[in-house]
């Protein structure tokens, strides 16, 4: 049972929440294409193929995410999570049993849905629900685990599947993520402080010298902001978000294997990868700092100066300044969204408000790598997709800090009905 001195039992939750994030989202995404060439050399298929796993694990999240955000916030999360692990690491073996690639997406269907309920989207829940101070941070440190998680598993990955083959690293690799992500789940995650006696973290210790300026916090229900027009406005930016994010990731590696070979451009997927890490603990430190819109801000002109340089690629140095740039930007994506929701909808209702900002959100991944590259195949070039996704950073940018603006003057006006808490 956490105990109420010492250190903060919220910060044991970020701790288990990097792990589970480490041991789900990179095997869901960025150590899926370790697997390719063996596979689909084996099974005689195209790579296409074999990527379709990936759209049905994203097909997955996109209609649970929203059923996700309500069971997380009404039923027991210990045992949410748990099953969730537990199916989540027995699908990931199942691959390693495939004989032809519809058993593959069989095993993708089943990894998709357990991924829902034991992926970032849960932890990124529950961590809010244990901090009102340093949440920005505590996020960051939990997600850093997408990247951390990718530059870990990686070398093992591959070393695994030249030595013992690639069905013996899905059982292996399986193995791993239930045995350290089954306790993290049963033994040390909680929902909220109050079930153990605690108060969220921060919590009557904020005066109006700790908070950032114009800090209002809300707390707005998901009927009541749907009939909002603020809230069509922030989906248009989480949508877009998601263009952006894959409509990049997606096309650096062949638009710099183009230019100069592909070891340079895995160098510069390599930087940009492991400063990520780095930059979403930058962006949180920011956000708990200066806000979450400011912060917000901050990430989206990054992002849109890295785009901007990917026109002038032809300079491996240039290169490499975009992937700095990139790497705090990036973070937007990941840092931002979860707290653009708890901000501009409040912590209250923010497990259904997480699950439909998370749908939105992976409906334009699902079609960002495909918008650049029609973009690509159509005109010969990228220079057209990379202005194009400046602009829709760009706008995105404009929807949340829209939405931001118009819920305040909203809230802050009509406060008669309790949905605001205004800062002590």
Same mark, same amino acid.
């Given at each position: ?254 638009? +710099?294997? /183009?230019?100069? #070979?592909?070891?340079?451009? &895995?160098? =510069? ?5 492991? %400063?990520?890490?780095? *930059? ?94 029609? +973009?690509? /195949?159509?005109? #010969?070039?990228?220079?057209? &997709?990379? =202005? ?5 950073? %760009?706008?995105?940018? *404009? ?26």
């Amino acid at each position: 049972m956490p105990k109420k001195k010492g250190i903060f039992y919220g910060w044991w939750i970020v701790l288990a929440g990097l792990l589970l994030i480490t041991l789900t989202v990179p095997f869901t995404s960025a150590l899926v294409s370790l697997y390719m060439i063996p596979i689909t050399e084996e099974f005689d298929i195209p790579r296409s193929a074999f990527t379709l796993t990936t759209t049905i694990i994203a097909l997955c999240g996109i209609i649970l995410s929203p059923i996700v955000g309500k069971m997380v916030q009404k039923y027991n999360v210990k045992m949410i999570l748990s099953l969730g692990i537990i199916v989540f690491s027995l699908s990931y073996m199942s691959y390693g049993l495939a004989q032809s690639v519809y058993h593959l997406y069989i095993s993708a269907a089943f990894l998709g849905i357990s991924f829902a309920f034991c992926g970032n989207l849960t932890t990124q829940i529950i961590i809010v629900n244990w901090f009102k101070k340093s949440r920005g941070l505590a996020l960051s440190i939990a997600i850093s685990g997408i990247g951390l998680g990718g530059f870990i598993m990686s070398p093992i990955i591959a070393n695994l599947i030249m030595n013992v083959g690639w069905r013996q690293t899905y059982f292996i690799m399986g193995l791993v993520i239930l045995i350290v992500g089954l306790p993290m789940a049963l033994f040390v995650m909680r929902k909220r402080p109050e079930d153990v006696g605690l108060n969220p973290y921060g919590e009557g210790e904020m005066d109006a010298s700790d908070k950032p300026k114009a800090e209002i916090e809300v707390d707005i229900t998901p009927a009541e902001a749907k009939k909002k027009p603020f809230f069509y406005i922030y989906m248009i930016g989480v949508f877009t978000i998601g263009l952006f994010t894959t409509g990049s990731l997606q096309q650096i590696n062949p638009y +710099v294997s /183009d230019m100069h #070979g592909m070891a340079y451009a &895995a160098t =510069i997927v390599a930087i940009y990868s492991l %400063l990520g890490i780095f *930059g979403k603990l930058i962006l949180g430190w920011i956000s708990d700092k200066v806000g979450v819109i400011k912060s917000g801000v901050i990430a989206y002109l990054a992002i849109s100066v890295a785009f901007i340089l990917l026109l002038f690629g032809q300079s491996k140095s240039i290169l490499i300044i975009m992937a700095i740039f990139l790497a705090l930007g990036n973070a937007v994506a990941s840092v931002s969204l979860p707290l653009f929701a708890s901000h501009i909808f409040g912590s209250k209702n923010y497990g259904v408000m997480m699950g439909i900002t998370n749908s939105a959100f992976q409906v334009g991944m699902a079609f960002g790598g495909i918008m650049t590259g029609a +973009v690509y /195949d159509l005109m #010969g070039s990228y220079t057209w &997709a990379w =202005i194009g996704i400046t602009v829709i950073a %760009l706008l995105s940018m *404009g929807c949340i800090t829209l939405s931001y603006s118009i819920s305040r003057k909203k809230y802050l006006h009509d406060d008669d009905n309790g949905s605001v808490e205004r800062p002590a």
